[in-house]
């Protein structure tokens, strides 16, 4: 057996090392889910991981002689719930590009679930279908449809952009137009589709609206758990792009002067240590060893939290690839956005930084030192916390992109948390 990545030192259940050997997979997708004769191209993706009590491993996929694109899930669990899992899918069959919906390869002890149907989000299976997008932008934003122009819906297509398996998909439109002179046009929108409704997330992109940061209109919300959004140009923030540093950090500090709206979730040191303390215990159950390293990382930081600073409004999930520039900065993926510290966002793209291989944090630190010549700025001490908070959470993250060496970027990531722990000692 040849699994992606190394298994968890605690593993113990065999269908979760079949559930990531991309061969297995690979036979089960050809076999159970297709008609048995279609090449299979598989590349992990994801990791939900619990070992006996059940796993999800998502796996982006390309079937077929023409190579369609796909994503299939895979999840783990003992028979008898498995079996249960698929007869409460039964009533959802069809097929999708030459796939079924669903497959148990019993003798594997695998569920294979095929995108886009997800237990969670059920509007998944229609907002991949151009006629069901237009019935949506008929019936709430028929302004969308260009002037003496109708909805064509073979000049549409989607793609998949990033997808979480019962959690989050985020979907981009191309949706086409046509006239009877033959003239075509093009539009983007973007979905979002989340299992969770988001406290108070569109009054969060209007303050940053407000604050002059260009961020996604929102189109319409059929309901609290799927938005269309408008789509934003420009270009990548690259790692290598040191120049857009103070650009990018007025842009943030803009964000957080914004005033804080009311309903919005509360992102404190309180919350902050408790996912610390649930990362150490997935620490533990994934690396007894890191585990082991991790714990008084954590007990450094619950005994030196800080007093909390003033509240912002925050991105939540801040680091480069939220971030497009052109002739100004662009924030996009508000679905974590909250209120709390400043040094929520700059810890987060601390982590990021670390985590895309800049051990030291001196693209991370640069930023925060271009932020602190634009707003009040955390404190030494208090950036250290946060960050050492933020770098003990992304611990585990290797492991659930599923990256082949994620044993040595999860230790790295670890030293990286012990030494911002270190400045913070009470």
């Not at 796993?55 to 190579?67: D, E, F, H, L, T």
């Not at 995108?115 to 934003?141: G, H, I, W, Y």
């Not at 002037?147 to 952009?161: I, Y």
């Not at 974590?336 to 693209?363: E, N, Q, S, Y």
Request: net charge neutral; with cysteine; charged share 25%.
């Amino acid at each position: 057996m040849a699994t992606v990545c190394p298994l968890p030192a605690t593993a113990t259940d065999a269908a979760f090392a079949r559930a990531i050997d991309a061969a297995v997979v690979a036979r089960c997708v050809r076999d159970h889910l297709g008609a048995g004769d279609q090449a299979v191209e598989l590349a992990p993706d994801y990791v939900r991981w619990k070992d006996r009590d059940g796993s999800i491993v998502g796996w982006r996929a390309k079937v077929g002689p023409a190579g369609t694109a796909t994503y299939v899930t895979v999840r783990t669990a003992p028979l008898d719930r498995l079996r249960d899992e698929a007869s409460k899918l039964e009533h959802r069959e069809e097929d999708y590009d030459g796939l079924k919906s669903f497959a148990l390869a019993e003798h594997d002890e695998l569920l294979l679930v095929t995108f886009p149907l997800d237990r969670q989000m059920s509007d998944l299976r229609r907002m991949v279908r151009a006629s069901k997008v237009r019935t949506v932008v008929q019936e709430n934003r028929r302004d969308l449809v260009p002037a003496g122009m109708r909805f064509s819906k073979s000049g549409s297509s989607w793609q998949l952009v990033r997808y979480k398996p019962e959690r989050r998909a985020v979907i981009r439109w191309d949706l086409g137009f046509k006239n009877d002179q033959k003239q075509r046009l093009r539009s983007t929108t973007w979905m979002r589709m989340v299992a969770e409704p988001m406290p108070a997330r569109q009054a969060l992109v209007a303050a940053a609206a407000g604050a002059g940061i260009r961020v996604p209109e929102l189109l319409t919300a059929p309901h609290d758990r799927l938005l269309l959004e408008t789509h934003l140009a420009g270009r990548p923030w690259e790692p290598t792009d040191r120049q857009a540093i103070p650009v990018v950090a007025n842009a943030l500090a803009r964000l957080h002067r914004a005033p804080p709206p009311a309903g919005a979730r509360v992102h404190d040191a309180a919350a902050e240590l408790e996912l610390v303390r649930r990362a150490v215990d997935d620490l533990a159950r994934l690396d007894p060893g890191l585990a082991a390293r991790a714990a008084p990382v954590a007990e450094t930081l619950m005994r030196a939290t800080p007093t909390d600073s003033p509240r912002r409004v925050l991105h939540g999930d801040f680091h480069r690839g939220q971030v497009l520039l052109d002739a100004d900065v662009a924030l996009c993926d508000f679905d974590r956005a909250c209120v709390g510290p400043a040094g929520v966002d700059l810890a987060a793209l601390h982590a990021h930084t670390v985590l895309d291989g800049d051990a030291d944090g001196a693209f991370a630190a640069a930023f925060a030192d271009a932020y602190a010549r634009e707003a009040e700025a955390p404190s030494g001490r208090e950036r250290a916390w946060w960050n050492a908070c933020a770098l003990l959470r992304m611990v585990t993250a290797p492991f659930r992109s599923l990256r082949a060496d994620w044993p040595a970027r999860s230790t790295s990531i670890l030293d990286a948390a012990a030494g911002a722990a270190a400045a913070v000692r009470p």
